[in-house]
């Protein structure tokens, strides 16, 4: 019998109030539901629940997705002495709306292709890094 481990991959993401931060939150919820990774609250992170530390200390892959320059989900990350394998700003990405919580499904579109593009470019290395792999 072969023993197949699966990749503990975990997704760590800004839900602020801006719409860069619901659209980090929003592409985070449809990754985890694509099987890409395990969602890990980063309010839970940055209040210091020990089993939500625990959990992203123990994953194999740790990918954080910031709305904004910012940065408050890598910051949190950081106080913790986590490094993640990918790291995503949605306000680097070309979003085709700005407006405040009129969340265009579009945009949401394009933060999950970011975190998508690094496990097509290691099935194709051809293609090297593409933007919001980090």
Known sequence: MTDVTRERRVIVACCGGSY????????????????????VGVAALAAGHVPEIER????????????????????????LGIEPAQYIVVADLD????????????????????????DRAARNPRRGREHGAD
């Open 95 to 118: 979003l085709r709306s700005t407006g405040y919580l009129g969340i265009d499904r579009r945009d949401v579109d394009a933060v999950v292709s970011a975190g998508w593009v690094r």
């Open 20 to 39: 860069p931060g619901q659209l980090a939150c929003r592409g985070a919820v449809r990754l985890a539901r694509e099987g890409y990774g395990d969602l």
């Open 56 to 79: 992203v200390r123990a994953a194999d892959d740790i990918v954080v997705i910031d709305g904004c320059e910012t940065g408050c989900a890598r910051a949190v990350l950081d106080l």
